[in-house]
């Protein structure tokens, strides 16, 4: 190590006391996860937070490589507000890819890491229990509120945290990986926003942090400008606005959600970046949009 590293590393000594015995949720989006190494670096990074004496929680996405699978079997797929219109048979692959490729790709990168990884998904233990989701748009161009039918595309009902403390509580820690995947009340599987996951699981852990990895810098002005700090009360007007668009939506509706129910901060950050996590967590000025 050089005397560069050595300082950053002492620099970072009142950070990692303050996260010493918390949990931090940190919802890895499908775009942040494509570059491979990226992947690796990342869970390198859930494993240090690990041996350092934090308690990561990691909820997964997957939307892009949902979209892969989808075109390769000719199925198409469309969003409203954010959220994929899901029909039976697109949640076939929704859970395929989720539950499946996605989930055991991040245990084997953290157990390859060193660290002792575990995957979960909303039915393990009764872990998140979802029902439809009602949702209304408004069209941007006639102003007009029409309701729309999502199909089985959930929202989270109620976390029981039982599993993930098990893992936490072990003997030799597990690090849980949860898919976003709900159970209704008849057992039917529900998609769930990953966002969304891991802010109900975020507020049901009174988590010092929700972590929102994704690929943007953070939340972007009109002019493009990165904001560092933003206060739940002016969510809904960069939502009505239209400064906030798409996949960003969900994302500040969780971050708000959280921070009202529990949760210290959420941060919306850029998973490109290698080691975004360590930075926004253990240096004084922190990375990405800040909603507290
Ligand atoms: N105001 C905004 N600031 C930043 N990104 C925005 C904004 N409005 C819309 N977006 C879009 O939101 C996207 C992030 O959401 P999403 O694609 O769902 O990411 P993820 O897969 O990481 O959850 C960005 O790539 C960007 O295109
Ligand atoms: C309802 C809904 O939209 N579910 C998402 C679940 C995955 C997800 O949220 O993945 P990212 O975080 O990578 O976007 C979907 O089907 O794409």
């Keep these: ?10 620099e970072a000594l009142p950070f990692i006391q303050r996260y010493h015995g918390k949990t931090v949720v940190i919802k890895f989006g499908g775009h942040a996860m494509v570059d491979e190494s990226l992947f690796a670096s990342f869970a390198r990074d859930v494993v240090l937070l690990k041996q350092l004496g934090v308690n ?11 979209g892969d699978l989808l075109k390769q079997l000719n199925i198409g797929t469309q969003f409203e507000d ?9 949640m076939k692959v929704v859970v395929m890819v989720l539950g499946g490729a996605i989930n055991s790709s991040i245990v084997r990168a953290i157990n390859a890491a060193g660290g002792n990884g575990v995957g979960l998904s909303g039915s393990d233990a009764g872990l998140l229990t979802a029902k439809k ?12 509120e029409r309701i729309v039918d999502l199909g089985f595309v959930g929202e989270p009902d109620k976390v029981n945290p039982i599993a993930i403390n098990a893992l936490k509580d072990a003997k030799e820690p597990f690090i849980p990986v949860i898919a976003p ?26 988590a010092k942090r929700l972590l929102l990895l994704t690929d943007v810098k953070g939340v972007l002005d009109k002019a493009g400008e990165l904001i560092r700090s933003l206060p739940i009360d002016q969510v809904p007007a960069l939502i009505k606005d239209g400064t906030a668009k798409g996949g960003m939506i969900p994302k500040l509706e969780t971050a708000a959600k959280a921070v009202d129910t529990g949760v210290e901060a959420a941060v919306i950050l850029d998973g490109r970046k290698p080691h975004a996590l360590l930075v926004e967590l253990f240096t004084d000025h922190g990375a990405g949009t800040l909603i507290s």
């Design 1 to 10: 190590m050089g005397f560069e590293s050595a300082k950053t590393l002492s």
């Design 56 to 66: 990561p929680v990691v909820v997964h996405g997957g939307g892009p490589q949902i």
């Design 82 to 90: 954010g959220l994929r219109v899901t029909d039976a048979e697109t």
């Design 133 to 144: 989701l009602q949702r209304t748009v408004i069209d941007p161009d006639s102003a007009i």
């Design 181 to 206: 995947l709900g159970v209704g009340k008849d057992g039917e599987s529900y998609n769930i926003n990953a966002d969304s996951a891991a802010g109900a699981i975020a507020s049901a852990l009174n």
